[in-house]
């Protein structure tokens, strides 16, 4: 049955690694996603069947979206929800892209380093709010540096004596040298949505939350 324009649920998604994920869970919810994987380059896909709307945007954009009403749902990472701190309602863990985010430092620095004497250190990141954070709240001045991405070279080439990333299998941390010395915490991708929805749009972001809660039962008993 096709659903009242007024009433159609837009959600944000993430590309890359979520986005396969979370088309089995919404296989499993019963949503067809069959479009939006095969074609990488469209950015909007409708489901006029299910009163759906899908946008796939790039992943620290999503709760951007989600808090200023472009999109009434989306899919995020505890990463970046950590690291933006939006005013956003998260109804769900949907337990995929799972990894954790680390403290890691060159290997032979581990061999004579003990991170229960740091007082003072310098961290690059792409993460600079969870990053100042968890040192502050133990007590240790950092310094930070600001990289966008292939945060292990700084180590390597005397940026910074340490670095706060994602890592998920730490292939990459191995192959350059690193080696993890504290975890931070577990990271793993939220349904979040936008408040006014929540009131605007009740029964819709209810159906939605269930459906996709019994499917996340469902792939996790596999």
């Given at each position: 049955m096709k659903?009242?324009?007024?009433?159609?649920?837009?959600?944000?998604?993430?590309?890359?690694?979520?986005?396969?994920?979370?088309?089995?869970?919404?296989?499993?919810?019963?949503?067809?996603?069959?479009?939006?994987?095969?074609?990488e380059r469209k950015l909007i896909f409708e489901n006029i069947a299910e009163g759906l709307r899908f946008m796939v945007i790039r992943s620290q954009d999503v709760p951007t979206y989600v808090e200023y009403g472009a999109a009434d749902m989306g899919i995020a990472g505890k990463?970046?929800?950590?690291?933006?701190?939006?005013?956003?309602?998260?109804?769900?863990?949907?337990?995929?892209?799972?990894?954790?985010?680390?403290?890691?430092?060159?290997?032979?620095?581990?061999?004579?380093?003990?991170?229960?004497?740091?007082?003072?250190?310098?961290?690059?990141?792409?993460?600079?709010?969870?990053?100042?954070?968890?040192?502050l709240d133990k007590g240790i001045q950092v310094e930070i540096i600001k990289l966008y991405g292939s945060i292990e070279l700084a180590p390597l080439l005397g940026l910074s004596e340490r670095i706060v990333d994602l890592v998920q299998t730490g292939e990459t941390l191995r192959k350059n040298g690193l080696v993890e010395v504290e975890t931070i915490t577990d990271i793993s991708s939220k349904l979040v949505c936008n408040r006014a929805s929540l009131k605007t749009k009740p029964k819709r972001v209810k159906d939605l939350v269930e459906r996709l809660t019994k499917a996340v039962a469902t792939v996790g008993a596999k």
């Open positions: 659903k009242n324009l007024n009433d159609t649920l837009t959600i944000a998604l993430p590309k890359g690694r979520i986005l396969k994920e979370a088309a089995t869970l919404f296989r499993a919810a019963g949503v067809d996603f069959s479009e939006i994987l095969q074609d990463d970046v929800l950590m690291e933006q701190q939006k005013d956003l309602y998260e109804p769900l863990d949907l337990k995929i892209g799972a990894c954790r985010m680390m403290v890691a430092e060159p290997r032979e620095l581990v061999q004579k380093d003990n991170p229960r004497h740091w007082t003072h250190i310098r961290v690059a990141t792409k993460y600079p709010n969870i990053t100042l954070k968890y040192f």
